[in-house]
């Protein structure tokens, strides 16, 4: 069956970002599903059955107080994909907006909008995050804010590059010749040839999101535990390191799975949704 759509070829014939879709899917799936059908409660402790093995019954064997460590690894995953979806998304609504009013409206808002996110740009996103959870303190809603915080300045200054570069074109300097409400223009011209990078950008940003957040709890500032966030599992996990490897190889492992997986697909997206390409698939 022939495909139609062009960015949809584009995309299939990245191979590595189709074979990354697929398993950051059913990773996604597997930690948002997944823990209706675990047996054991991630919490659940018992002694009697502590650095055990791979088993039928345990599937990645027991912590150092008895704790089903697949349960807590899905419920982990749920934990921080949920806090890096929650980021990404107020990263990008926040920043696409600030981008919009100062790209499009320009003047002393523009300056200094631009001025401060300079600023924000110059200090890393972990930084920003870990001061902005110091603000508000931990847990799993204030590290997903602290997390968007972070993500802000790169959304903002590629949603105000966009703005600029649409707003001078001809099409828009018509459309505002015959009438066009400003946020007519914004809402049927600036947000289609801004909505491409955006995708880009959300795509890309959630791999950042996972490591800043888990970082965050690695370092106790995020979610903290019992909770089995990845990053406070391998926090956990190294004290065990030796006796119990898989504490800090599975998270770590699930971790870069996504970090590489949102690369890779951001990376065909990128591709795919870039209005220049000349690339055609058959």
């Known amino acids: 069956m022939k495909i139609k759509s062009k960015k949809l070829r584009i995309f299939l014939s990245r191979k590595l970002s189709v074979a990354a879709a697929v398993i950051l899917i059913i990773m996604m799936l597997s930690v948002f599903i997944g823990p209706h059908f675990t047996r054991f409660s991630p919490t659940e402790i018992n002694i009697e059955r502590r650095l055990s093995g791979i088993s039928s019954e345990h599937w990645l064997g027991t912590d150092e107080i008895g704790r089903d460590f697949f349960a807590r690894i899905v419920h982990g995953g749920q934990i921080t994909m949920g806090i890096a979806l929650f980021g990404v998304a107020l990263g990008a609504s926040v920043g696409l907006l600030l981008g919009i009013v100062s790209g499009y409206y320009g003047g002393v808002l523009d300056a200094l909008l631009s001025r401060f996110i300079d600023i924000l740009m110059a200090i890393p996103g972990l930084m920003i995050a870990t001061i902005a959870l110091g603000i508000l303190g931990p847990g799993g809603i204030n590290t997903g804010i602290a997390v968007g915080v972070s993500a802000i300045p790169a959304f903002m200054r590629m949603t105000r590059a966009t703005v600029i570069s649409v707003k001078e074109t ?102 795919a949704l870039d209005p220049k390409t000349n690339i055609e698939t058959k």
């Open 170 to 271: 001809d099409y828009v300097k018509s459309c505002r010749i015959m009438g066009g409400s400003n946020l007519r223009i914004i809402v049927k011209h600036i947000l289609p040839s801004a909505w491409p990078m955006i995708v880009v950008m959300f795509t890309l940003g959630l791999g950042t999101a996972v490591l800043t957040s888990s970082a965050l709890s690695f370092l106790g500032i995020g979610v903290n535990p019992p909770t089995p966030e990845w990053g406070a599992l391998i926090s956990s996990g190294r004290t065990m390191m030796l006796a119990f490897p898989l504490g800090i190889l599975a998270p770590g492992l699930a971790i870069t799975l996504v970090v590489m997986c949102t690369s890779l697909i951001g990376d065909g997206l990128r591709d």
